[in-house]
């Protein structure tokens, strides 16, 4: 019979999640995933103090997560903390330091399925038909564009370097999550503002960059510069919807399964591992053509109440 190993040393709970953050950044994952670890891991050690991992229950991480929600906590909130957790867990289990995953087979609380904030084509269009002026504007009509174009997630269009594209195929090749690469195409539109911004950059990057965008002080674009530059392309063309980067990619998601019905191909694009995650999208495109059958439909009640005589 096989006995489970004895951890090789007793430490309590922050010394094992400061090794444990620095393994995630040890194996390349962005500073944001590391950073959002270490909130959820924070939360942990607030809800059963500085103790030893190994001697934590199932029981102590179900009232950790209780007293969370009980404190307010969102449902998703809850659910991407349980996740650290469990992450967290297995990796002592796997190097030998914990006997058992107690965060294992938790679960928390159900909240209402958000839908993905996705713009219409319409006011995708507002956003990216436009003037642009200077070398800013140029760059970040290149940036949105291509977010656009190839559905990518922000540390993915953050993280693109001058040889991940190729203009003269179509295609991008992109590091997602998980450090997963995939090839994407890129449409006319962004090969187009992408090859006028690429006569301007060298003018504003860095010695020896290698990033495709650059901020103002001619390094990789940050996330901030991103977000803000984006904010001010919407004002400045007059867009009314909530537009934040992670928008263009839902935008592009939905607008290919409007228009192809190919959910197979869309997941590739995204860069999905499950195909649960594209499906969310048909949501959205169902929601658009009952609006659709409702006004085109010869037996739809809308189109109905909106053309019968009322009788009178």
Request: overall charge positive; aromatic content about 6%; charged content about 20%.
């Amino acid at each position: 019979m096989n006995t489970p190993p004895e951890p090789a040393q007793h430490s309590p709970l922050s010394t094992r999640i400061d090794n444990f953050l620095a393994a995630l950044t040890a194996r390349k994952y962005s500073p944001n995933t590391v950073s959002t670890y270490a909130i959820d891991l924070a939360h942990l050690l607030e809800q059963v103090g500085d103790v030893e991992p190994i001697g934590l229950s199932s029981h102590d991480i179900r009232r950790a997560l209780a007293a969370m929600h009980g404190r307010g906590y969102k449902p998703k909130t809850l659910a991407r903390t349980i996740s650290a957790w469990r992450s967290f867990f297995h990796y002592l289990v796997r190097i030998g330091l914990a006997l058992v995953n107690p965060a294992m087979g938790i679960r928390p609380p159900k909240g209402p399925k958000m839908l993905p904030n996705a713009l219409s084509v319409g006011e995708m269009a507002k956003l990216l038909d436009g003037g642009v002026g200077d070398i800013w504007e140029i760059r970040d009509q290149a940036m949105f564009e291509l977010m656009y174009s190839s559905g990518l997630r922000r540390a993915e269009l953050i993280g693109l370097d001058l040889n991940s594209v190729d203009l003269r195929e179509g295609e991008v090749v992109v590091i997602g999550k998980g450090s997963v690469t995939r090839i994407v195409p890129v449409g006319g539109k962004a090969i187009e503002a992408i090859r006028i911004w690429l006569k301007q950059r060298k003018e504003v990057a860095g010695r020896n960059i290698t990033a495709l965008f650059v901020g103002a002080r001619g390094a990789r674009i940050s996330t901030t510069s991103l977000r803000l530059a984006l904010d001010r392309m919407a004002s400045k063309r007059g867009v009314t919807a909530h537009v934040h980067p992670h928008a263009l990619r839902h935008s592009f998601a939905s607008h290919m399964l409007q228009f192809s019905g190919d959910l197979r191909a869309v997941q590739e694009m995204l860069g999905h591992v499950s195909l649960s995650s594209t499906q969310i999208y048909t949501h959205v495109n169902v929601k658009h053509l009952v609006e659709v059958y409702g006004l085109a439909h010869p037996r739809a009640l809308k189109k109905q109440a909106a053309t019968e005589p009322s009788g009178e």
